[in-house]
């Protein structure tokens, strides 16, 4: 399977970024806005709302705080991943902020197209995780902020 995998640097302390990651408004604040989560444990499951079939379904499966979080995809996005996608954040503090090392494994091949609209996607909601953590504000779905990406959910 293909893995899109992101490295940048956030202004911010590790335990900032963590919370963002890890709570229903972190997650509203730079990912979409209709966030729904249990307690944050291994096991947990976090449901996410953007629009059409893209409507993910996580469950916890690493949980470390501050240093890292991982989710394997469970449903609502067999389309855009497959079964048994993961993501893993990897959060290591550095002298001015926080290193995010970002890794998102597709459960299904996918086509080079398909892969490169994905990472695209990511590159923009890693961006808004960068801006809510250092400014408070962040470009979730829906942020009302022209330009506003789904994510993957035009990807088939």
Same mark, same amino acid.
């Given at each position: 399977?293909?893995?899109i995998h992101h490295v940048f640097?956030?202004?911010?302390?590790?335990?900032?970024? =963590?919370?963002?990651?890890?709570?229903?408004?972190?997650?509203?604040?730079?990912?979409?806005?209709?966030?729904?989560?249990?307690?944050?444990?291994?096991?947990?499951?976090?449901?996410?709302? =953007?629009?059409?079939? =893209?409507?993910?379904?996580?469950?916890?499966?690493?949980?470390?705080?501050?240093?890292?979080?991982?989710?394997?995809?469970v449903a609502g996005y067999a389309?855009?991943?497959?079964?048994?996608?993961?993501?893993? =954040?990897?959060?290591?503090?550095?002298?001015?902020?926080?290193?995010?090392?970002?890794?998102?494994?597709?459960?299904?091949?996918?086509?080079?197209?398909?892969?490169?609209?994905?990472?695209f996607n990511w590159g923009y909601?890693?961006?808004?995780?960068?801006?809510?953590?250092?400014?408070?504000?962040?470009?979730?779905?829906?942020?009302?902020?022209?330009?506003?990406?789904?994510?993957?959910?035009?990807?088939?």
């Open positions: 399977m293909k893995t640097e956030i202004a911010a302390p590790r335990e900032t970024v =963590f919370r963002a990651l890890t709570t229903a408004d972190g997650l509203a604040g730079w990912w979409t806005t209709q966030v729904r989560m249990d307690d944050v444990v291994v096991g947990a499951r976090i449901d996410v709302t =953007f629009r059409g079939p =893209f409507n993910p379904r996580v469950r916890i499966t690493e949980f470390d705080p501050p240093a890292h979080v991982a989710w394997e995809g389309v855009a991943w497959g079964a048994q996608t993961s993501i893993l =954040f990897a959060l290591e503090a550095t002298s001015g902020g926080t290193r995010v090392r970002f890794w998102h494994q597709a459960g299904r091949e996918l086509s080079d197209d398909a892969m490169g609209a994905a990472t909601y890693l961006d808004s995780l960068r801006l809510l953590c250092e400014t408070g504000r962040g470009k979730p779905f829906p942020s009302g902020t022209a330009g506003a990406r789904v994510g993957a959910s035009a990807i088939d």
